[in-house]
């Protein structure tokens, strides 16, 4: 008599839900406790130097539908261009700028904000400038990993056209996904999920 074999059943998979708001900005949620302010939400002080700009915009999915319940955090160098990290060999990052930002979205606009400067050129591996830029990484339900992308600025026009990560991007039309338009002294940048206007995502 031939048995059942005994194996067993993969779990199913879940994709990123509530906890991406109530576990990493609880205040925003309305848990207090935990955090005098939620991590990330300060980036500058009135010590900080370089030029003072806002970086705002809105997750869209594959609808077109802006996401209210998605996170962005950015990575940035300072107005020098060197990084708040250990690894920062070059020289010491400005002790008054955190490098790093969190903020979930919100309001029926679904917008993410953050006060922060505007960064310095920074090397390439192979010590080809790269143009300033900041990076961010997305995360939301429906998105199983965070999603990497950069935003560089529309006034850095001459160093943005030698940028080497931007040079290895095949459809040139796709460039300006990643390009923050400046109106005074904010940028704006949209990021699209999937369809026509899907941003440029880097795997790293």
């Not at 194996?7 to 839900?17: D, H, I, N, V």
């Not at 679904?110 to 591996?125: C, L, Q, R, S």
């Not at 199983?144 to 940028?163: C, K, M, P, Q, W």
């Amino acid at each position: 008599m031939v048995q059942e074999p005994h194996r067993l059943k993969e779990t199913p998979s879940q994709t990123a839900g509530p906890y991406v708001h109530i576990g990493l900005t609880p205040n925003f949620c309305d848990i207090h406790g935990v955090y005098d302010t939620d991590l990330g939400t300060a980036m500058v002080n009135d010590k900080t130097l370089g030029e003072r700009i806002t970086l705002r915009g809105r997750i869209f999915d594959g609808a077109d539908t802006v996401l209210r319940d998605s996170m962005v955090e950015i990575w940035q160098a300072d107005s020098a261009g060197f990084h708040n990290s250990p690894s920062e060999l070059r020289g010491t990052a400005d002790a008054n700028f955190t490098g790093w930002g969190r903020c979930p979205t919100s309001g029926e606009d679904g917008f993410f904000h953050f006060d922060t400067i505007k960064p310095g050129k920074v090397p390439y591996k192979d010590g080809r400038w790269m143009a300033p830029h900041i990076t961010l990484w997305i995360v939301a339900r429906g998105i199983n990993i965070g999603l990497h992308t950069r935003a560089y600025f529309s006034d850095e026009a001459e160093a943005n056209a030698v940028d080497p990560l931007l040079l290895r991007i095949e459809h040139r039309a796709r460039v300006e996904t990643m390009i923050a338009q400046r109106d005074g002294n904010t940028y704006s940048i949209d990021i699209h999920l999937q369809g026509p206007k899907e941003t440029v995502f880097l795997d790293i």
